[in-house]
């Protein structure tokens, strides 16, 4: 088996996996239109949420500390005629030239600030990026009891896809071990290839791990952070935080100016998977 660090070493993996999850695209595509001004997406991977918005006219720049996301970002905006600014960096000390009306951060990416030392000096650089009244705007899924009560230490199969091309089966096992108190999952996860007579023709290893917050736990990490004021959803079309199976979307305000708009909503349900790259 091939043992590779991080799964955002195989960025072309991600995109067969996750490339076409649009759960949540129609909120952030929201998000981006009615920002006013640049977007940074942060954590933005090989584009899934950064492309459609380039698509949409937004003007969107991107941070990510893996190079190989970034240069097959790069690649995919280039074939759709886009050059946006991209970066290379931890979201917890990015320096970019100009500020934003939105930062961004989706699908889960702020679980991989590790620490609350890291979560505070992601949301401080987050909030100096920020225009006056700009604001920082994240998804987290909920680690509600039921999260956690999951089965753990074997391998789960938590996603299978045909590859194009060869048509073959690829599947992503994962197995996890949670720390409820330090509120972290580590993952082992697997790729496997599956041939045309059923058995597994090639294994990749990965390893990762995610660090869940709660909502007033990142209430107060917002107000440590500096921010102005804050306000929690419980789902992409702006629902009450109110469910533990909901997903969490909080946006963070730099300075008192009011918003000039309201919290858009978009998106649909999170998906019935326990994809929590
Ligand atoms: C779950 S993916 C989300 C990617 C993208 N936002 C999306 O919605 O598809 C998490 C992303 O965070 C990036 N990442 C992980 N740790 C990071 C860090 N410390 N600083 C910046 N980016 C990081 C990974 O390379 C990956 O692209």
Request: proline share 7%.
């Amino acid at each position: 088996m091939t043992h590779r660090r991080s799964p955002y070493e195989a960025p072309e993996l991600y995109d067969l996996m996750f490339d076409t999850l649009d759960f949540d695209l129609a909120f952030w595509l929201a998000v981006g239109r009615e920002a006013g001004g640049p977007v940074l997406d942060l954590c933005c991977g090989t584009g899934r949420i950064l492309l459609p918005l380039l698509d949409a006219g937004v003007d969107a720049d991107g941070v990510d500390l893996y190079r190989p996301m970034l240069a097959r970002a790069r690649k995919k905006a280039a074939a759709k005629g886009h050059r946006p600014r991209l970066a290379a960096a931890d979201m917890s000390a990015f320096r970019m030239p100009r500020r934003y009306a939105r930062v961004i951060s989706a699908f889960n990416a702020f679980a991989h600030a590790d620490t609350p030392d890291d979560q505070l000096a992601t949301l401080r650089c987050a909030r100096k990026h920020l225009l006056p009244g700009g604001a920082f705007v994240v998804h987290m899924s909920y680690p509600g009891p039921r999260y956690w009560a999951e089965p753990e230490g074997e391998p789960v199969m938590e996603l299978e896809v045909r590859r194009p091309g060869d048509g073959r089966r690829i599947q992503m096992w994962d197995t996890r071990v949670k720390d409820v108190v330090g509120q972290r999952q580590r993952s082992e996860i697997e790729i496997r290839e599956i041939d045309e007579a059923g058995a597994v023709a090639k294994r990749t290893g990965f390893e990762t791990s995610q660090r869940w917050v709660y909502r007033y736990e990142l209430e107060l990490l917002f107000r440590l952070a500096g921010y102005a004021r804050w306000e929690f959803f419980g789902g992409f079309a702006g629902e009450p935080l109110e469910g533990e199976e909901q997903q969490m979307i909080a946006w963070a305000w730099n300075g008192r100016a009011r918003p000039r708009v309201k919290a858009p909503a978009g998106g649909g349900a999170a998906p019935r998977t326990k994809t929590r790259p």
